[in-house]
């Protein structure tokens, strides 16, 4: 799965919350309700539920239907296209760090 700018906008958008960071944190470990994600928040069930609709808008969660419950569950594709966006970027430093280097020992070769 390939990411557009503008998934990527909203993504790490989404992720700049750290409640948000949290809930996905709770949901890298299985589905919850809102309830659920609420719980270790002083905010109120209502603002969750706004944190939810930022998290799904990014395309980090998604929530299904479960009799009354709708557990929300984590799309593991976006969080692997986010991760091997960031590598690319993370890939291309370090091998102009090492070519870096190289020319690096090399002068220092020479002068010795």
Known sequence: ????????????AALGDPVRRAMIARLSRGPATVNELAEPFPITTQAVSRHIQVLEAAGLITRTRDGQRRPCHLVPATLEALTSWIDEYRLETERRFRRMDAVLNAMKEQEQ
């Not at 799965?1 to 790490?12: E, I, N």
């Open 1 to 12: 799965m390939s990411v557009d700018d503008g998934q990527l906008d909203r993504a790490f």
